[in-house]
């Protein structure tokens, strides 16, 4: 009766019944998750926080609004701080996407580490156009690496504007050596013509959650080692 109801109100009333029946918290709190998974009005969907990173005009607002919109910008205005939210279908569950779109120009770089460490993901861009902002994501990495201190932390390098393969500054090679160093995925993308662009988010997505489920089983582990101990 109660898996079929969507109303908050009775499940909890019967929550009460069960702590003075069986005086076993652990069955209680199980029996809560399982409620809970029931009642898809109170069912939390997960968030990931991907922050885009990148020297200014490679294209970090223009891959984002593609990937939100399904549009294309073609004028250039800089971008001090954007977020967006979007729901997406990973892999067959809901969850939602907080995009921070950061400046790449270096007038707003102090307040850059602010956004680091929030992030849970890194979208790392540079224009395949020019040679200089491949240079500039080593700077973007070590930044990162120094807020967060974790090598594995969830990061793509994504080469934008390959549509304008005539104009190319960098070869797939140099960018496909830079990721392997990095041991990070690398993506070739177009916000002109969408190539790669949800591949990328969605990559990067992956990285995340799997990260999340890595270190929930960690935690579990060790909450099973402590109640060891006090037993
Ligand atoms: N041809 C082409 N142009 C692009 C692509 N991505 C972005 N642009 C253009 O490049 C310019 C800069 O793009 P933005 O997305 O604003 O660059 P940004 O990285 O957000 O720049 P900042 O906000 O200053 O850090 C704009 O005129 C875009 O239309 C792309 O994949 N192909
Ligand atoms: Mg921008």
């Given at each position: 009766?109660?898996?079929?109801?969507?109303?908050?109100?009775?499940?909890?009333?019967?929550?009460?019944?069960?702590?003075?029946?069986?005086?076993?918290?652990?069955?209680?709190?199980?029996?809560?998750?399982?409620?809970?998974?029931?009642?898809?009005?109170?069912?939390?969907?997960?968030?990931?926080?991907?922050?885009?990173?990148?020297?200014?005009?490679?294209?970090?607002s223009?891959?984002?609004?593609?990937?939100?919109?399904?549009?294309?910008?073609?004028?250039?205005?800089?971008?001090?701080?954007?977020?967006?939210?979007k729901?997406?279908?990973?892999?067959?569950?809901?969850?939602?996407?907080?995009?921070?779109?950061?400046?790449?120009?270096?007038?707003?770089?102090?307040?850059?580490?602010?956004?680091?460490?929030?992030?849970?993901?890194?979208?790392?861009?540079?224009?395949?156009?020019?040679?200089?902002?491949?240079?500039?994501?080593?700077?973007?990495?070590?930044?990162?690496?120094?807020?967060?201190?974790?090598?594995?932390?969830?990061?793509?390098?994504?080469?934008?504007?390959?549509?304008?393969?005539?104009?190319?500054?960098?070869?797939?090679?140099d960018?496909?050596?830079?990721?392997?160093?990095?041991n990070?995925?690398?993506?070739?993308?177009?916000?002109?013509?969408?190539?790669?662009?949800?591949?990328?988010?969605?990559?990067?997505?992956?990285?995340?959650?799997?990260?999340?489920?890595?270190?929930?089983?960690?935690?579990?582990?060790?909450?099973k080692?402590?109640?060891?101990?006090?037993?």
């Amino acid at each position: 009766m109660i898996g079929e109801t969507n109303d908050i109100t009775p499940v909890l009333s019967h929550l009460v019944i069960m702590v003075g029946e069986t005086n076993d918290i652990i069955s209680v709190l199980s029996h809560l998750v399982i409620i809970v998974g029931e009642a898809n009005d109170i069912m939390p969907v997960l968030s990931h926080l991907v922050i885009m990173v990148g020297s200014g005009g490679v294209g970090k607002s223009a891959l984002t609004l593609q990937f939100m919109y399904a549009e294309f910008v073609e004028d250039y205005e800089p971008t001090k701080a954007d977020s967006y939210r979007k729901k997406v279908i990973l892999d067959g569950s809901e969850v939602s996407i907080d995009i921070l779109d950061t400046a790449g120009q270096e007038d707003y770089a102090a307040i850059r580490d602010n956004y680091y460490r929030s992030g849970e993901g890194f979208f790392c861009v540079f224009s395949i156009c020019e040679a200089q902002s491949f240079k500039e994501t080593e700077s973007f990495r070590d930044q990162i690496l120094r807020v967060h201190d974790d090598e594995s932390i969830p990061f793509i390098l994504v080469g934008n504007k390959a549509d304008l393969e005539d104009q190319r500054e960098t070869s797939k090679d140099d960018a496909l050596a830079k990721a392997r160093e990095w041991n990070v995925p690398y993506l070739e993308s177009s916000a002109k013509t969408k190539m790669n662009v949800d591949e990328a988010y969605f990559d990067l997505l992956r990285q995340i959650s799997k990260k999340k489920a890595a270190s929930a089983q960690v935690k579990s582990k060790e909450k099973k080692k402590k109640k060891c101990i006090i037993l």
